[in-house]
């Protein structure tokens, strides 16, 4: 099986996997169970845990071994969750990579909107965002929080590919209809035209074939607040407000959208966007480098959560996102490769970005200056921080049970093989302890070493045999 198949259900029935798992429950906390098995229900959950000192684990290997339902991971082979990536701009895939030499305006009104423009094209969308999805499953990517388009047949063809293709994924119809930052070519009609075929997708969501368990999840998607009239933002909150779906945004990105923001609402992003009604336990805002004391105040009160871009925020935000100080000021968060403001598709790279981020807020990078006064100091994070944010803190950002490897979350979940061809993970027995191993697998990983992908106890990428 390859990354083309159709997903692999378990049969049904129960499973279990032996195998040594990584997970980090917490920020700061590294979790190895060594040798343990993973009890896997026929819907898809993680039953049990059970650890190879548990009286439990020779009966539970062995009944599941006669059954035909034992997997046991190879040495050098590790289990660990699946990556959640909370901020992809899925019509942007084909200019992933380019044009990230330009400013930001130009970025988007020269490159990304002629580009999106194009997704009413039925045959086009499933052009793009087949592989988008498939190369997304091939990296490790388990959950995708996607912005879609304008449009009701790209968005359906996309939501439609991650059923085939067994992705978990948050879809949103993008709503923009300000004359004055959004092409003519490009924007809504009408505030009340974008509510209402919001609200139309998504009930369409809900009604698509295969998609009774939710696997696929709409999101209210105003792109943000400079290219929306208040009329819409007002309507998309209360939608939310109704409904309790997931909303998706930007939020003071960069110097110019947090000012743009201020002098037309009088307030910050966060606030506006509370006004509105669209700040909601379910909201995840992308970027926000520059919220204020009382806008991360505000959002851990709210139970909101922001996408961390790191890659993208050096080429667009003009400044690095403080996640240690966030997350100390009890503000939700997970992790975002915001394609294709960011050039990689790859979680581990974003973990990678994650850290070299805090390192430069941390010491600076202005060697004009005394070391005393070149950074803010106590940002740093650490690979195990990196890990928790492209994975259980992501889950948690989305109100969903995935991101660990514990009784209860859906088995979402990757196999890492250190001994892939290829590999740039180099494990040494003698001299690397298991946490040794997840920090070169975080560090080193590719998409070479992603042999297996599983969501909700699906097989839905394999690289060679399962």
């Known amino acids: 099986m390859n990354s083309t198949a159709s997903p692999v259900s378990a049969t049904g029935l129960p499973w279990a996997m032996q195998c040594t798992a990584f997970d980090a429950p917490q920020a700061d906390t590294l979790r190895v169970q060594s040798e343990v098995l993973v009890v896997v229900s026929g819907q898809g959950r993680i039953e049990a845990v059970i650890a190879r000192d548990d009286p439990r684990w020779e009966t539970e290997r062995a009944r599941h071994a006669a059954a035909g339902q034992l997997r046991a991971l190879p040495a ?14 899925a019509p942007q895939w084909p ?16 490159n990304t909107f002629p580009l999106e423009a194009r997704y009413g094209d039925a045959a086009f969308a499933e052009s793009v965002y087949r592989p988008l999805v498939q190369q997304l499953l091939a990296n490790g990517t388990t959950t995708a929080m996607y912005f879609g388009t304008l449009h009701e047949v790209g968005n359906r063809v996309l939501a439609e590919q991650c059923l085939r293709q ?15 930052q959004c092409p003519a070519f490009y924007r809504d009609a009408s505030a009340r035209q974008a509510v209402a075929e919001t609200e139309a997708f998504i009930d369409a969501v809900a009604q698509l074939p295969g998609n009774s368990g ?31 779906a997931h909303v998706q945004t930007h939020c003071s990105e960069s110097d110019w959208a947090h000012q743009h923001v201020l002098e037309r609402t009088g307030t ?35 139970g909101a959560s922001v996408a961390h871009c790191p890659l993208s925020n050096f080429y667009f935000a003009n400044s690095v996102f403080p996640a240690r100080s966030g997350h100390a000021q009890q503000m939700g968060m997970g992790m975002g490769s915001d394609i294709s403001g960011g050039y990689s598709p790859s979680m581990f790279d974003a973990c990678r970005h994650a850290i070299t981020a805090s390192y430069a807020l941390d010491e600076g990078v202005d060697p004009d200056l005394p070391s005393a006064q070149r950074g803010r100091h106590n940002a740093r994070i650490d690979h195990v921080f990196a890990l928790w944010l492209a994975t259980a803190a992501g889950g948690k950002a989305l109100d969903l049970p995935i991101g660990r490897i514990e009784a209860g979350q859906h088995f979402d979940a990757i196999v890492v093989d250190c001994h892939a061809p290829d590999s740039n993970v180099c494990i040494w027995p003698d001299s690397d302890s298991p946490a040794d191993v997840l920090q070169k697998i975080i560090y080193n990983a590719t998409r070479a070493n992603v042999s297996q992908t599983w969501v909700q106890g699906a097989l839905v990428h394999c690289r060679g045999t399962a």
């Open 76 to 89: 050098g082979s590790y289990l660990l969750p699946g990556l959640v990536d909370v901020h992809v701009h």
């Open 95 to 110: 200019q992933m990579g380019k044009a990230l030499d330009v400013p930001l305006e130009d970025w988007l009104q020269q």
């Open 166 to 180: 067994g992705q978990r994924a948050l879809v949103g119809r993008v709503a923009m209809d300000e004359p004055g």
């Open 214 to 244: 939710g696997l696929v999840l709409p999101v209210i998607t105003p792109r943000f607040i400079p290219s929306c009239t208040d009329e819409l933002l007002a309507g998309l909150g209360a939608l939310a407000q109704r409904t309790g």
């Open 268 to 302: 910050t992003d966060a606030h506006a966007l509370h006004r509105f009604g669209l700040l909601t336990r379910r909201t995840v805002v992308a970027h926000a480098n520059f919220l204020t004391h009382a806008d991360v105040a505000l959002m851990a009160e709210v």
